[in-house]
């Protein structure tokens, strides 16, 4: 079970927008930033958000994310083919000391 | 361009050890750390820890205290995860991924290294 909480699945069809979210608690999301990866099919993640908000050079401005108090959400506008991919948030637990990660979100486009 | 690659595919008993390489380039090593994240078979991602390639110092993962082992060696640019008393849950891919802090985000990450623990 994971300690972040997500969604296992999100659909669109091209073009549309999709939100995936993400909850946690006060010792990670709710004090921490919360991070944003996306795994294409047989590939490793890749780092999509960072700081909640903000976004490497590189990842489209279809990408984008927020965080609200103990939860954060990701968005993705303009649906594409190429987004069809695992997403997963993550944060760092003062409790544990450690990285925990969401559970991860497979998003199908239609 | 920053780039980890990491060693090959393994097969390991249960109870044995294994030690994956992760050999990082395109940047300064020792400005950097280095963290593990396992990924079983059809399942999420977990942490098991990060190593300072400035001075060897480590956090590991609370569940995997004990049983994981890092190490970098600085004269080759390669960081080590050795994992003991191997069991089937072990069974996972592998990745090591560039950190400047273990508060830091993970960016870029390795290729995966698929190990599998038989019985």
């Known amino acids: 079970q994971s300690v972040l909480t997500q969604p296992p699945s999100a659909s669109g069809t091209p073009g549309q927008r999709v939100t995936i979210s993400c909850s946690g608690s006060?010792?990670?999301?709710?004090?921490?930033?919360v991070y944003w990866y996306q795994q294409l099919p047989g590939t490793a993640p890749k780092l999509l958000i960072y700081?909640?908000?903000q976004r490497p050079s590189g990842v489209p401005d279809r990408f984008s994310g927020s965080k609200s108090g103990t939860s954060a959400s990701l968005a993705i506008s303009g649906l594409r083919s190429e987004d069809e991919a695992d997403y997963y948030c993550?944060?760092?637990?003062?409790?544990?000391?450690?990285?925990?990660f969401g559970g991860g979100t497979k998003v199908t486009v239609l | 361009q920053v780039q980890l690659v990491q060693s090959g595919a393994e097969v390991k008993k249960a109870g044995a050890s294994v030690k994956v390489s992760c050999k990082a380039s395109g940047y300064t090593f020792t400005s950097y750390g280095i963290s593990w994240v396992r990924q079983a078979p059809g399942q999420g991602l977990e942490w098991m820890g990060w190593?300072?390639?400035?001075?060897?110092?480590?956090i590991y993962a609370q569940k995997l205290q004990g049983r994981v082992t890092m190490t970098t060696d600085t004269s080759t640019t390669t960081a080590y995860m050795e994992v003991r008393s191997l069991r089937s849950d072990d069974t996972a891919v592998y990745y090591c991924?560039?950190?400047?802090?273990?508060?830091?985000?993970?960016?870029?990450w390795g290729q995966g290294t698929l190990v599998t623990v038989s019985s």
């Open positions: 700081r909640n908000n």
């Open positions: 991924a560039r950190g400047t802090t273990v508060h830091h985000w993970f960016d870029p």
């Open positions: 993550a944060a760092w637990d003062d409790i544990l000391s450690g990285w925990v």
């Open positions: 190593i300072s390639a400035y001075n060897g110092n480590t």
């Open positions: 006060s010792s990670n999301i709710g004090n921490n930033y």
